[in-house]
């Protein structure tokens, strides 16, 4: 049923080492995260923006040790054999992203503490360390302590009848050294005091005892300061902050188990207790207590980082929201309403995709036009059936409750929730909890096989007969990242792409075999050889002569005959230009192998997420939009979808919007050398070019002089 996964790709160049033709997925991943922090470290992006970033880092490092890390572990631990396409073992891999990864977090605190931190002092922004409070500051937060703090508090003293307590997932934990006996008589010499996630880990000191016009206090610097508080009459030696990182995929056996929901609600309970993979201390850890700690996780020392400040950053980016200095962030924007403002109060959706297709290129177009293509469709007479797939909607989502709404109205309503999605698996088994509730018909989709691609389909009524729309995406049915991913969207009634969503559909939900389809590319039957004779069409023509590029823009490039077809192509004269947010295995400009390709990574406000693939294709210029990346998992272990703009205006808009002011991007760009190493773009002031700017200029609805 399913294309056979290449295990190796044939070799384009024999005289080069295949193991050499590929590039470490982990560490290109490193090397993603050292621009994302270069954007902290650039002065000309506003300070709070920096401040972000840096907890951006965090937050993308907190995935990889959960996933990435883990699963190098995991191998290492059964002494896998097995060697990536890049020629390293599990155990090689690891060796090098320890160090670079050790090398990234130390430059990240040295950011914080010696220039961001310093920087926000000076705009009257302050994160008060404990021996800078004055008597009324130290007064103030001491009784915030006894009256916020310690009713929650719960310290632990290690004995034989108190082992070392289960320490989740990420959680804020103190190792305290003692001294003496207690009530007991008990002297262990370790307690263990954990912080309930429920607490502020920032806490904005009023202004009657603030010395800046925002101080705060860390969570971690109360609990060290009045730590003693918790164990009357014994003398503490010691008190370290700490944070352990765990595996946190989720294993379910298909012929292990009966009903996939139930199945992953008891493995959800279980994830924030997953193997330990990285244990995170403050820099004041003393070498016996760390110790100490890496033997109660079983972790050894190159799985230690000590650092200078707290140790779970990602937690400071709460900050952005509690400090009013728009001068301190990027400017406002109203994203712009490409067809709404010129309907009347009361539009109907469906007449305006009835008179052409709609592009949506979203942050800088709204995503409400999707929203009410779903909510419109919840409240028309008219529609008598919605089909949508979910891959991440978020906890809170108006695109979902108007699907509740519609099944409640009696409407035919469909939806495919993909439980398996990675950290969002909670918030989907509660809409699917919802949804069965008021009689929706809920597909978890097919087991083995994540549901990635992102459609909706809804079946009107009209003179008589039925009609279908649909919207298509590159990007996620969840209001929230739509304001800060960079995606397109189509809205469509074009009847053969109805045909052929309406047949994923079914496949989806029912049983039989895959029918062709007219226009669509589907994982995991036809996208990979599509994709692959795409490349081929375009050597052709290169070697007849005629012109032949490429152009694609990505999350990440990783799938070994696809890359080996890109160094045909280059070897074929194919002009390629690759956009690549994250990690690529692919080495550009490498004499004989890769010449005529190009690497470029856009890192910016805004998070590239569209997924565009162009073929000249003799000047036919076919413009294809997809769901998915070219990766392994996308093309042979999803459900994706890949699909043509076929309307020539449209199609020359992702052409203008999507691709060339990337390929032009002189202020946000990074060139990718041979080795996996990046360059940034540099410019003149006088002739800077930086596409989401341009873009924002370009599309966006309100500026930030009409918001103020």
């Not at 290492?76 to 320890?98: A, C, H, N, W, Y």
């Not at 289960?166 to 010499?189: I, P, Q, T």
């Not at 009459?233 to 595996?247: I, K, N, P, S």
Request: glycine content about 6%; hydrophobic content about 40%.
């Amino acid at each position: 049923m399913v294309n056979n996964e290449p295990d190796k790709a044939s070799a384009t160049r024999p005289d080069i080492p295949l193991t050499k033709q590929f590039l470490n997925r982990e560490l290109s991943q490193i090397e993603f995260n050292r621009r994302v922090l270069a954007q902290a470290e650039n002065e000309e992006i506003p300070l709070l923006e920096r401040l972000r970033f840096i907890c951006i880092v965090s937050s993308n490092l907190d995935e990889f040790f959960e996933v990435r890390i883990a699963g190098l572990k995991e191998q290492i631990k059964l002494d896998s054999p097995g060697f990536g396409s890049d020629g390293m073992s599990p155990g090689q891999t690891f060796e090098q992203v320890s160090r670079q990864v050790h090398e990234l977090i130390s430059r990240q605190y040295q950011l914080l503490n010696d220039d961001v931190l310093p920087a926000l002092v000076e705009q009257g922004i302050c994160f008060l360390r404990r021996n800078v409070w004055d008597d009324s500051q130290r007064e103030w937060i001491r009784n915030f302590f006894f009256r916020e703090l310690m009713p929650m508090l719960t310290p632990i003293g290690l004995d034989p009848l108190h082992p070392f307590p289960r320490v989740l997932n990420k959680s804020l934990n103190f190792a305290v050294g003692l001294e003496g006996k207690d009530a007991f008589g008990r002297n262990s010499g370790v307690a263990i005091v954990q912080a309930p996630r429920i607490l502020p880990r920032l806490i904005r000191l009023p202004k009657e005892v603030s010395s800046y016009p925002y101080s705060f206090v860390f969570l971690s610097s109360i609990i060290h300061a009045h730590v003693g508080e918790l164990f009357a009459g014994m003398h503490v030696t010691g008190c370290y902050q700490f944070r352990v990182t765990r595996d946190s995929d989720l294993y379910v056996d298909e012929e292990e188990i009966k009903n996939l929901r139930i199945a992953l609600q008891g493995e959800l309970s279980q994830r924030h207790l997953g193997d330990a993979v990285r244990l995170e201390v403050a820099d004041n850890c003393s070498q016996q207590m760390a110790e100490f700690l890496l033997e109660q996780f079983a972790l050894k020392n190159e799985d230690l980082f000590q650092v200078r400040g707290p140790v779970n950053l990602v937690r400071l980016m709460q900050v952005f929201d509690l400090i009013d200095r728009p001068d301190l962030k990027f400017p406002r924007f109203v994203p712009g309403l490409p067809f709404l403002p010129r309907k009347k109060k009361g539009h109907n959706i469906f007449e305006v995709i009835s008179k052409g297709d709609i592009l949506l290129h979203h942050p800088y177009q709204s995503f409400q036009p999707v929203v009410e293509f779903i909510q419109q469709a919840s409240a028309d007479p008219d529609v008598m059936a919605i089909k949508q797939t979910v891959y991440r909607a978020g906890s809170d989502s108006t695109l979902m409750e108007a699907l509740v709404a519609a099944a409640s109205l009696g409407k035919e309503v469909t939806v495919v929730v993909e439980l398996l999605a990675r950290f969002d698996e909670e918030a989907n088994i509660n809409w699917a909890k919802r949804l069965e509730e008021v009689g929706a018909h809920v597909i978890y989709g097919v087991f083995g096989h994540k549901t990635h691609c992102k459609m909706a389909m809804v079946v009107r009524r009209e003179a008589g007969q039925l009609k279908r729309y649909v919207h298509l995406g590159t990007g996620n049915y969840h209001t929230g990242t739509a304001r800060v991913y960079t995606d397109f969207g189509l809205l469509t009634c074009h009847e053969e792409i109805c045909t052929d969503v309406s047949e994923v559909f079914l496949q989806l939900t029912g049983l039989g075999k895959a029918s062709k389809l007219r226009h669509l590319w589907q994982s995991p039957f036809n996208l990979h050889n599509q994709i692959l004779n795409s490349i081929q069409q375009e050597v052709k023509h290169a070697t007849a002569g005629k012109p032949a590029a490429i152009i694609a823009k990505m999350n990440a490039l990783l799938e070994p005959a696809v890359i080996q077809a890109l160094y045909a192509a280059s070897a074929a004269g194919v002009k390629i230009n690759l956009i690549v947010r994250g990690a690529c295995a692919l080495r550009p400009g490498v004499p004989g192998l890769s010449e005529n390709i190009r690497v470029r990574s856009i890192v910016g406000r805004f998070l590239e997420h569209s997924r565009i693939f162009y073929f000249l294709n003799s000047k036919q210029h076919n413009v294809y939009l997809a769901s998915a990346d070219w990766m392994s998992r996308n093309f042979f272990r999803r459900v994706e979808i890949c699909f043509p703009v076929l309307d020539p205006r449209l199609k020359k808009r992702v052409i203008v919007e999507g691709l060339k002011p990337y390929l032009r991007d002189n202020v946000q760009a990074w060139e990718m050398d041979g080795d996996g190493y990046y360059k940034h773009k540099s410019a003149r002031r006088n002739s800077r070019f930086s596409a989401q700017e341009v873009l924002l200029e370009k599309l966006a609805a309100v500026k930030q002089e009409a918001i103020e």
